[in-house]
């Protein structure tokens, strides 16, 4: 049995993370998708849309995760000490060095291979790009209502 792990926010489920999952089940027989702490998304993204309960419970639900948990604020690594996976799938984007983390996990006793995923093409390209696209559709609804109104005048 190889486990797998991923790690992410998740914060706007959009098809890059169903993407992501599904290639990071690909390599393995478990899936299990470690989703970081409101403090954590903060510290290392940006504010949280969703909570984090929200988060690991609509992660949990997707069809390529065999189990969702939330990760600690205090040490990354001691929710992989945990979890004990074979293989850490890393996203394209996500800002970890894979070396730096062969060796902290090393010093902790835990053999583990890295495996970076490739981009995947799809129109959103992250959480980002899709609130980016909501605040300016609704600015574009506003002056559009703005123009109504001032034609009524």
Do not use: C
Not at 103 to 119: A, D, N, S, W, Y
């Amino acid at each position: 049995m190889v486990r797998v792990v991923a790690t992410g926010v998740f914060d706007i489920i959009h098809l890059g993370h169903v993407h992501f999952l599904e290639k990071a089940k690909d390599l393995g027989d478990e899936l299990v998708v470690i989703v970081a702490r409101d403090k954590t998304a903060r510290k290392m993204k940006h504010e949280p849309i969703t909570s984090e309960g929200m988060r690991v419970e609509l992660v949990q639900s997707l069809k390529p995760v065999d189990r969702a948990v939330l990760g600690y604020e205090d040490d990354m690594y001691r929710i992989i000490s945990e979890v004990r996976p074979d293989i850490i799938a890393l996203g394209y984007d996500q800002k970890f060095d894979e070396k730096e983390l062969e060796r902290e996990l090393k010093k902790r006793g835990l053999t583990v291979q890295i495996v970076r995923l490739p981009h995947l093409d799809h129109d959103l390209d992250g959480t980002r790009k899709i609130i980016r696209r909501i605040v300016d559709w609704n600015i574009a609804q506003q002056k559009l209502k703005k123009a109504e109104g001032a034609k009524k005048k």
